[in-house]
């Protein structure tokens, strides 16, 4: 916990086996949003917000890249990664 406290970004994959199989990615992203941090699904060159955006369907389980920022510690990385967000919606892309 103390690391965390000192972290201003954090890099997170997300599959279903290993020690993810029975960790919740909605726990972690509550846990880390109480420590200041918010968390993006990473991809190509986009951001899709998860804290203060959960769906259910993110609760499935799959390989994903997840970024997280300290609010308090990394404030022009912060902003930077909304920015890339808002664009991101911009674009409105479809899966």
């Given at each position: 916990?103390?690391?965390?406290?000192?972290?201003?970004?954090?890099?997170?994959?997300?599959?279903?086996?290993?020690?993810?199989?029975?960790?919740?990615?909605?726990?972690?992203?509550?846990?880390l949003?109480?420590?200041?941090?918010?968390?993006?699904?990473?991809?190509?060159?986009?951001?899709?917000?998860i804290?203060?955006?959960?769906?259910?369907?993110?609760?499935?389980?799959?390989?994903?890249?997840?970024?997280?920022?300290?609010?308090h510690?990394?404030?022009?990385?912060?902003?930077?990664?909304?920015e890339?967000?808002?664009?991101?919606?911009?674009?409105?892309l479809?899966?």
């Open positions: 916990v103390k690391t965390l406290s000192r972290l201003h970004y954090l890099d997170v994959q997300y599959h279903w086996y290993g020690d993810w199989a029975k960790q919740s990615l909605k726990d972690m992203v509550d846990r949003q109480r420590k200041h941090f918010v968390c993006y699904f990473a991809g190509d060159e986009n951001l899709w917000r804290t203060d955006c959960w769906q259910d369907h993110y609760a499935h389980r799959y390989y994903a890249n997840i970024a997280c920022v300290n609010t510690l990394a404030g022009p990385l912060a902003k930077e990664m909304e890339i967000f808002e664009r991101t919606l911009e674009k409105n479809k899966f």
